[in-house]
């Protein structure tokens, strides 16, 4: 057994007797059930699990930490309450795309502590207010970064760094940004596709000016009265 998908049920803990000889599981889906948590016992019973989706279920804010070594997608969406564990993408050493979406979450906290092979974070549709510096310096690997629909008023400096040269696709659709730090673009030399649709914001963002490999610019319905002449000169890829 490969793969296996049990939806649309009451499940609250998992039948770990269905699974007895399952250890070459590659692919989980339990959307749809009633898991207040991840059971620990996920990452013995299963070793080779690369696909986990727990939608829709009732988790609480407490997490289960363990190391799940062979998870590459991770998708936590439309929950209850939840709170991402501190450095929680160091558990998931192989982990290339998370998605945490429409769980009602307030914050992201420090996702790792060392290097991160994560390609592909997801964390639209929830409540995150504010961003901390340094949240995605250790994340080299990063090449698309969605934070569509949330409650972010500013784009801070000092969130990417030196590694960040991946990233090539950044959503910040339907926040109440009124504002764009400077500095927060300047290690995001490849971005390709920026979209601020949506927004608050009165003034032209001078710091997308210095996003030499932009392709693709929206910045529909916000409160924007003119563009300077120089703010696009350098955009040549537009």
Same mark, same amino acid.
């Given at each position: 057994?490969?793969?296996?998908?049990?939806?649309?049920?009451?499940?609250?803990?998992?039948?770990?007797?269905?699974?007895?000889?399952?250890?070459?599981?590659?692919?989980?889906?339990?959307?749809?059930?009633?898991?207040?948590?991840?059971?620990? !016992?996920?990452?013995?019973?299963?070793?080779?699990?690369?696909?986990?989706? !727990?939608?829709?279920?009732?988790?609480?804010?407490?997490?289960?930490?363990?190391?799940?070594?062979? #998870?590459?997608?991770?998708?936590?969406?439309?929950?209850?309450?939840?709170a991402i564990p501190k450095n929680f993408l160091d558990y998931l050493p192989n982990i290339t795309n998370l998605t945490v979406r429409n769980a009602n979450l307030e914050q992201i906290p420090p996702l790792t502590s060392k290097e991160s092979c994560v390609g592909d974070?997801?964390?639209?549709?929830?409540?995150?207010?504010?961003?901390?510096?340094?949240?995605?310096?250790?994340?080299?690997?990063?090449? #698309?970064?969605?934070?569509?629909?949330?409650?972010?008023?500013?784009?801070?400096?000092?969130?990417?760094?030196?590694?960040?040269?991946?990233?090539?696709?950044?959503?910040?659709?339907?926040?109440?940004?009124?504002?764009?730090?400077?500095?927060?673009?300047?290690?995001?030399?490849?971005?390709?596709?920026?979209?601020?649709?949506?927004?608050?914001?009165?003034?032209?963002?001078?710091? !997308?000016?210095?996003?030499?490999?932009?392709?693709?610019?929206?910045?529909?319905?916000?409160?924007?009265?003119? !563009?300077?002449?120089?703010?696009?000169?350098?955009?040549?890829?537009?």
């Amino acid at each position: 057994l490969a793969a296996a998908t049990i939806n649309d049920g009451e499940l609250s803990d998992m039948l770990y007797k269905y699974f007895k000889t399952a250890h070459d599981l590659e692919i989980l889906s339990l959307p749809t059930n009633q898991f207040t948590n991840v059971p620990q !016992i996920l990452s013995t019973r299963f070793p080779k699990l690369k696909h986990l989706d !727990i939608s829709n279920n009732q988790f609480l804010t407490n997490f289960e930490v363990t190391t799940y070594p062979c #998870i590459e997608n991770l998708l936590i969406t439309n929950t209850g309450d939840f709170a991402i564990p501190k450095n929680f993408l160091d558990y998931l050493p192989n982990i290339t795309n998370l998605t945490v979406r429409n769980a009602n979450l307030e914050q992201i906290p420090p996702l790792t502590s060392k290097e991160s092979c994560v390609g592909d974070l997801d964390f639209s549709y929830n409540k995150i207010t504010k961003l901390a510096p340094g949240l995605f310096l250790n994340c080299s690997c990063l090449e #698309i970064l969605n934070l569509d629909r949330n409650k972010l008023v500013s784009f801070p400096d000092g969130l990417f760094g030196p590694g960040s040269v991946m990233v090539k696709e950044l959503y910040l659709r339907s926040n109440k940004l009124n504002s764009v730090d400077s500095g927060a673009f300047d290690y995001l030399t490849n971005l390709e596709i920026l979209y601020m649709t949506e927004n608050k914001l009165k003034d032209f963002p001078m710091e !997308i000016g210095k996003l030499n490999s932009l392709r693709k610019l929206y910045l529909s319905n916000n409160k924007l009265s003119e !563009i300077l002449d120089d703010a696009l000169v350098n955009l040549h890829e537009i």
